[in-house]
């Protein structure tokens, strides 16, 4: 990963100062964030995107040197949903190789799922 990209003060920036290989995946990723629950607000923390509601972290996602990473959607004390489990490495980060088509359905269903676990928590949830 590039020190442009970790130091990047906005999305659209760590997102081109990204390897090449990791771009069109981090897009993706982030399109389906902003879509599946658009009340998120967008930052960068720790040095990549984070998304936010009331302050809370909600999910990150990051490049590195052969796979994107989401940090914080699923974990291996919950209820991982098969088609994410191959992907699921360190208890809650998913490792996405370059290349590979991103399991579009299985991470909507995932965002999805933790929105409801917050509103059913009775946490104000995410919409």
């Known amino acids: 990963m590039s020190s442009e990209a970790t130091t990047a003060a906005?999305?659209?920036?760590?997102?081109?100062?990204?390897?090449?290989?990791?771009?069109?995946?981090?897009?993706?990723?982030?399109?389906?964030?902003?879509?599946?629950?658009?009340?998120?607000?967008?930052?960068?923390?720790?040095?990549?995107?984070?998304y936010a509601h009331s302050g809370?972290?909600?999910?990150?996602?990051?490049?590195?040197?052969?796979?994107?990473?989401?940090?914080?959607l699923v974990h291996v004390d919950g209820d991982v949903p098969p088609t994410l489990a191959p992907f699921l490495d360190h208890r809650s980060t998913l490792h996405f190789p370059f290349g590979e088509e991103l399991p579009t359905a299985a991470l909507v269903a995932a965002l999805t799922r933790k929105a409801a676990a917050m509103r059913d928590s009775g946490s104000e949830a995410p919409r």
Do not use: C, N
């Open 10 to 50: 906005t999305v659209d920036a760590y997102i081109a100062a990204a390897p090449s290989p990791a771009q069109p995946m981090l897009v993706e990723i982030r399109r389906m964030i902003l879509d599946t629950v658009p009340s998120l607000v967008e930052s960068v923390k720790y040095g990549m995107p984070a």
């Open 56 to 72: 809370r972290p909600f999910v990150h996602f990051s490049a590195a040197k052969a796979h994107v990473a989401i940090y914080g």
